[in-house]
């Protein structure tokens, strides 16, 4: 779904024509409804390749999902992974976590094909409990037609690992400066659902 995506934004952008009007979800629930993902003005939910009950999602233009939006003016995909309960503690130390992904290992794990020799770490940020790394992955991208450069933002919501990866177009790359905005706008828009006590009712004589 992505590749058909990335080839209808790239005839968007050669005709200026937008496809007919239907409504593309602008926000899921994940993680059995303990977060809820919001996307950014501009782009929806791709409700045929994302995996919800997986709490895997993947955002783009709501243009290339058929939605009436108009372009954004920053253009990028982004996907989000939530982990499973209490995932969230690898960030109890946000220093340790930027540490190891800087390593052979961690560059292992960044890499689409396992291979730390394909990543080049340009820069990293971590602070108030997330972590945040803008990479060179010279491997096959995760879907054809998408840049090598990569933002990705670790982050702990509702107690669980949240995951988030920006890329722009092969031949329309993301700078550092829109690739980071569009992460932070992604990231924004995932919060924990508040847990509502239900009162219990009072007792009454018999």
Not at 150 to 166: Q, S
Request: net charge negative; proline share 7%.
């Amino acid at each position: 779904m992505i590749r058909a995506t990335v080839a209808l934004l790239g005839v968007l952008a050669i005709t200026g024509c937008t496809p007919a009007t239907i409504s593309p979800s602008r926000s899921v629930s994940l993680a059995q409804g303990e977060i809820v993902a919001t996307s950014p003005v501009g782009y929806c939910i791709d409700d045929v390749a994302s995996q919800p009950a997986r709490d895997f999602v993947i955002l783009a233009p709501c243009v290339t999902l058929g939605g009436g939006d108009a372009i954004p003016r920053v253009i990028g995909f982004a996907t989000v992974q939530v982990g499973p309960a209490d995932s969230g503690a690898i960030l109890a130390d946000e220093l340790a976590l930027r540490d190891y992904l800087i390593s052979d290992a961690g560059t292992a794990l960044l890499s689409q094909e396992g291979d730390a020799e394909r990543v080049d770490v340009l820069s990293t940020q971590a602070f108030n409990g997330q972590v945040m790394i803008h990479f060179i992955d010279t491997g096959a991208p995760p879907s054809a037609g998408l840049q090598n450069e990569e933002w990705r933002a670790f982050t702990t919501i509702g107690g669980r690992l949240v995951t988030i990866g920006v890329r722009g177009l092969g031949a329309a790359p993301l700078a550092d400066g829109p690739g980071a905005t569009l992460l932070k706008r992604v990231l924004a828009g995932i919060k924990a659902v508040p847990i509502v006590e239900v009162a219990a009712p009072p007792a009454t004589d018999v």
